[in-house]
C-alpha cells in the first residue's frame, strides 16, 4: 500500500465529489498551491488604504473626501459576507471549482469596472465595482480553498487551511507597492491602475481555481492514522454536520462569538494604525506609513503560525492565548512611549488578528465535520463583518477629538480579555448519528 501523503486509501470517511469532478487523485500540494495564488489575488482588496489616499489626493481628478474614499471599501466587506454565505452552500453541493472560477472572474470585473471611474461624479462606479461587485466575487473565492483544503489534507488541518489565509493576509502587502508605483505614474487618475491590476488577479486567480476540485470518494492519506482522524473531526461514531444541525449547537454561536472578538480587538488598532504609531509613538507620517506595511507581514504570517500552532496545542487554547495576547497589548500600547515597543505590542496584535482567522477554519471542520464546511463556516464569517464594523466604530467614537487612545484601547483590551474565557466552556460536539 503506498504511503505517498495525498494518495488514495481505503476509506474512512467518505468525501463526495460531484461526477464531473472524479478521476484521477491529483496531487493535493498542487491544489494547495492553487489555493494560495487565488487567495493572494483576492487578498489585494487590503490595499483599499493606498488607492483611498490617491483619490482625496489634490492632484486627483477624482477629489474625493474622506467619508466618499471609504465607501467603496466598507461595500466590499459588507458584501464579502454574502458571498461567503451563497458560496459555501453551492460548494457544498456542486464543488469548489465552479465556484472560484465564477467568484475570481466577478471580483476581477468588479476591479475592471473600476478603473473607469474619473471624477467625483462616478463615486458610483467605484462602489458598484470595487463594492459590490469585488466584494461579492471575493466572498465567493474566499470560502472555498478554506473549506475543499480540509478535505484534502486530514493530517494537517490547521497548518494547511493557515498557509491558504494567510496568502490571502499577503495579498495586499504585495499588492500595495505595485500600486503606489501605478498611482505614482498617472496620479490625475488613480482609478487607471485598476486596470492592469485587475487583469493580474484575473489570470492568477483563474489559473490557481483551475486546480480546484474535491477529493475522490473514500479518499483519505497515510499519515492520518484513526487517532488523528478523530483529532480532526474524522468521527467514526457520527456523521458530519449539516448546516442546519450544526446552527442548533451553542458550539456554533461560540466559536462565532470568539471569532468576531478577535476581529473586534484586532481591526480596533488597525483602523488606526497609522495614527496611533504617530500620536503615541512619536512617528512619523512616512514613517507611520511604512510601519503599516511591514505590520502586514505579522498579520499573513500569525494565520499560518497560529494555525499550525492550534494542530498541536489544540484549538481552545489557542484561542485563548490570540484572545488575552490581543487584549493586554491593546491595554499597553497606548503607553508604549518608545517606537520599539510599540512595534513589538502592534506586531503581536496583528498576528493574532490574522491568527484568528487562520485557526478557526480548521476549528469549524473539527466541531462540525468538513462534508458541509463551505455551508457552515460560510455563514460563521458573519463575524468578520460584525467585527469589521464594531472594532472601528467603537475604537474612533473612544478616541474622539481629544484623542484618548488609553480609553479606546483599554475597552477594547478588557473586552478581549473577557472574551478570552469562552474558549474554557466551549467543547466539541457529539456528531449526528441517525
Not at 483544503?149 to 493530517?155: G, H
Not at 480587538?265 to 488606526?272: F, K, Q, R, T, Y
Request: charged letters at 10%; a positive charge.
Amino acid at each position: 500500500m503506498s504511503s505517498t501523503p495525498g494518495a488514495a486509501q481505503p476509506a474512512r470517511q467518505s468525501v463526495h465529489a460531484p461526477e464531473s469532478e472524479r478521476g484521477g487523485t491529483p496531487n493535493r500540494w498542487v491544489i494547495l498551491v492553487g489555493g494560495i495564488l487565488v487567495q493572494l489575488a483576492i487578498g489585494a482588496v487590503y490595499a483599499w488604504s493606498v488607492f483611498s489616499r490617491a483619490f482625496q489626493a489634490p492632484e486627483s481628478a477624482m477629489h474625493l473626501g474622506k467619508v466618499q474614499a471609504a465607501i467603496p471599501f466598507e461595500v466590499a466587506i459588507g458584501m464579502i459576507f454574502v458571498g461567503t454565505f451563497i458560496g459555501g452552500r453551492i460548494q457544498d453541493r456542486r464543488g469548489p471549482r465552479v465556484v472560484a472560477l465564477v467568484g475570481v472572474v466577478l471580483y476581477s470585473l468588479g476591479i475592471l469596472l473600476s478603473s473607469f471611474a474619473r471624477d467625483a461624479d462616478q463615486l458610483w462606479i467605484l462602489i458598484l465595482g470595487y463594492g459590490v461587485l469585488s466584494g461579492f466575487g471575493l466572498g465567493l473565492a474566499y470560502i472555498v480553498p478554506i473549506a475543499m483544503l480540509q478535505k484534502w489534507f486530514p493530517d494537517k488541518a490547521g497548518l494547511i487551511t493557515g498557509l491558504a489565509v494567510g496568502g490571502f493576509g499577503f495579498g495586499a502587502v504585495i499588492t500595495a507597492p505595485v500600486a503606489q508605483g501605478l498611482l505614482r505614474a498617472n496620479p490625475a487618475e488613480p482609478a487607471a491602475a485598476f486596470l492592469p491590476l485587475g487583469l493580474a488577479y484575473l489570470v492568477l486567480g483563474v489559473l490557481g481555481a483551475l486546480t480546484f476540485r474535491n477529493p475522490p470518494s473514500g479518499y483519505t492519506v497515510a499519515s492520518a492514522p484513526a487517532t488523528k482522524a478523530a483529532a480532526t473531526g474524522d468521527d467514526p461514531a457520527g456523521r458530519d454536520f449539516t448546516q442546519a444541525e450544526a446552527l442548533r449547537t451553542p458550539q456554533w454561536y461560540l466559536l462565532t462569538a470568539i471569532l468576531a472578538l478577535s476581529v473586534t480587538a484586532g481591526i480596533s488598532l488597525i483602523s488606526v494604525a497609522s495614527a496611533t504609531a504617530i500620536e503615541v509613538a512619536g512617528f512619523t507620517a512616512a514613517g507611520a506609513a511604512a510601519l503599516v506595511g511591514v505590520l502586514g507581514l505579522f498579520n499573513g504570517a500569525g494565520r499560518i503560525l497560529w494555525a499550525a500552532a492550534s494542530d498541536r496545542m489544540g484549538k481552545m487554547p489557542a484561542f485563548v492565548g490570540i484572545l488575552a495576547i490581543q487584549g493586554l497589548c491593546l491595554i499597553l500600547i497606548p503607553h508604549a512611549g518608545a517606537a520599539w515597543m510599540f512595534v513589538v505590542l502592534a506586531a503581536l496584535i496583528y498576528t493574532c488578528y490574522g491568527g484568528g482567522f487562520g485557526t478557526m477554519p480548521s476549528t469549524a471542520g473539527q466541531f462540525f465535520g468538513v462534508k458541509n464546511a463551505g455551508g457552515i463556516y460560510g455563514l460563521m464569517l458573519i463575524a468578520w463583518s460584525i467585527g469589521g464594523v464594531a472594532g472601528p466604530l467603537i475604537t474612533t467614537a473612544l478616541i474622539g477629538d481629544d484623542k484618548n487612545y488609553t480609553l479606546a484601547f483599554t475597552v477594547i483590551g478588557a473586552i478581549s480579555l473577557v472574551g478570552a474565557a469562552i474558549p474554557f466552556i466551549t467543547r466539541k460536539p457529539a456528531r449526528p448519528t441517525a
